[in-house]
């Protein structure tokens, strides 16, 4: 069974039809990357999956998006559970006005968490697995501010991990990042994959291609293609893909 799948899915904000009848599944504990022009849907898309979009007045959603073959849009669906399950990390890191070590706390205490061993042992792996440990373990009671950018992201990443979702969306994670932290988000994703499933919207087609298993070219609002990462970036089957990733629109 995939671990995502969106079945003739469409989503209009009021009269624009931003998402039209796209179908795909992802596999778990792969990376798909999701390209294409400004505008073309792809946040829209990976927002279909935590339900963020409920959250915009006069969005219509048809089709199903399945999550472990469970409808997401479902009548039954706690939507806090589902976001539990289905982790965002958003281009700008938003850490909260706290500590290092309270940002990561939080969603463990949001949800009802008390035990304080269990909440301290969860912050500290879940900032090993974002590869921030070494560079924060003697500073947890700091204000998150006093990060670099850089670091704030895998700050945001492991606030992400400590509430242990099974999926994890990433919108442009490295965009308002610098190269050097741009290769430790790239290198966090590699490893993250082992354990989640991971769903990363970027403009950089370097970038796709370093990180991603999959890549799905959006364009319009439509799926163009999707398919193998390799494939897709050494012999697309349409001129269209090739015209994309070879830098010739957008
Ligand atoms: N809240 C909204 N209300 C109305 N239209 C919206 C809203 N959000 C997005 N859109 C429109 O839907 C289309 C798809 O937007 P989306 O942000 O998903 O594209 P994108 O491919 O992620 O773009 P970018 O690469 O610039 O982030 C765009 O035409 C956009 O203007």
Known sequence: MAKIETIDANLNYGEFHALKNISMQMEENTVTALIGPSGCGKSTYLRLFNRMNDLIDNVKISGQVLVDGEDIYGKNVSVDDLRIKVGMVFQKPNPFPKSIFENVAYGLRVNGERNKSFIEDKVVQSLKQSA??????????KSAFELSGGQQ??????RALAISPSVILMDE???????????????????????YTIVIVTHNMQQASRVSDYTAFFYLGELVEYGATVEIFTKPKLKHTENYITGRFG
Do not use: F, G, Y
């Not at 921030?132 to 009671?141: C, F, G, H, I, Y």
């Not at 610098?178 to 354990?195: G, N, W």
């Open 173 to 195: 994670p490295a965009s308002a990042l610098d190269p050097l932290s741009t290769a430790k988000i790239e290198d966090l994703i590699h490893e993250l994959k082992k354990q």
């Open 153 to 158: 992201q895998r700050l945001c990443i492991a």
């Open 132 to 141: 921030l440990w070494d560079e924060v373990s003697d500073k947890l009671n």
